[in-house]
């Protein structure tokens, strides 16, 4: 135990991480009181001003890039500029971690799932899923919810808690912040929706480059195990049909392992989005979302322990 405590102390980036993921379980920071929610209204404000209905399509893409870039760079040098300011970097870091991190959220979401869809409450199920989905939830049905459950769960744990200690242990508390800010603006201005459907493209290729690493790192991870071999052969035959490369690796490789049928169409403001059907043949239901859960929160906790021994190691090449 007093080596434990000696190694956090001589190490300031594991300190701050394991403090932030402390804190953040403690004090999790309200979805409805999050920051980033008024990083969204300002990002919708925005889009209002220079997406207009009437350009044509380079120019909604361009326009969507210089919006894209004038928000997520305006905070990015801010955060450098605090950086040199601050007298305890460890510290500093710990914040923004706290910030980014995702991880209570996304686990008492999925609880709550779990337990709306045991009991068939399709309403509770519907109006839970309808908060964090792009996706028209009000017509979906009992199947409909249960992938459309199963896909919130494991793009949560991705993007709100491998892809942020990913960047945070590439990048520091300011990588972490700002793939989380990048992660916001692509959902805020997803193609999926008729206004942004040019606009937002710009936003959803620069996260799937962020996404990319990440999320297929953690989709090897979900494979290893039973029916390890069945996932890690399907990620090849299904895992590129998907529209982005990190989030289809990650639904084939779950799929596969616990054999659930997942994609399929989606419907997206009274448009029908025809998706790639990816994984098994078994409907998802309470028993697999449950599954999902345990597997993704074990994978989650293997990820903490690697990645502390790197920050170690990599600490002491240095």
Sequence with gaps: MNDLLAILANNSTLLAMWGAIAL???????????????????????????????DNRHQRLLSGLLTWSLMWLTVLIMLIACKQL?????????????????????????????????????????????????????????????????????????RQVIGVLFWYGLAGGIGALMYRLAVSLARVWSPTRKQYVFFGYPAIRILAVLDIVPLRLFALLIALG?????????????GETWQLPGPGW???????????????????????????????????????????????????????????????????AF
């Design 24 to 54: 953040h379980w403690l004090i999790a920071i309200p979805q409805d009181l999050h920051p980033l929610n008024l990083w969204q209204r300002l990002a919708i404000m925005l889009a209002s001003r220079v997406n207009k209905p009437n």
């Design 86 to 158: 601050v007298w305890i970097d460890a510290l500093f870091d710990l914040t923004l971690l706290w910030f980014a991190l995702g991880w209570k959220n996304i686990s008492q979401l999925s609880h709550q799932l779990i337990k709306a869809y045991s009991a068939e409450n399709k309403t509770l199920c519907r109006r839970l899923l309808s908060t964090t989905l792009n996706r028209q939830t009000e017509s979906l049905s009992l199947l409909g919810l249960g992938k459309a459950g199963a896909e919130t769960q494991l793009l949560g744990y991705g």
């Design 226 to 238: 039973q029916n390890g071999k069945v996932a890690l052969r399907s990620l090849w035959q299904q």
């Design 250 to 316: 990650l639904l084939v490789a779950t799929g596969n392992k616990l054999s659930l049928s997942l994609g399929g169409p989606a419907i997206y403001e009274d448009r029908k989005l025809e998706r790639p059907r990816l994984g098994g043949k078994i409907a998802p239901a309470a028993l697999h979302l449950a599954q999902i859960e345990q597997v993704a929160k074990s994978r989650v906790i293997i990820w903490l322990v690697v990645q502390s021994c790197l920050i170690i190691l990599f600490q002491g």
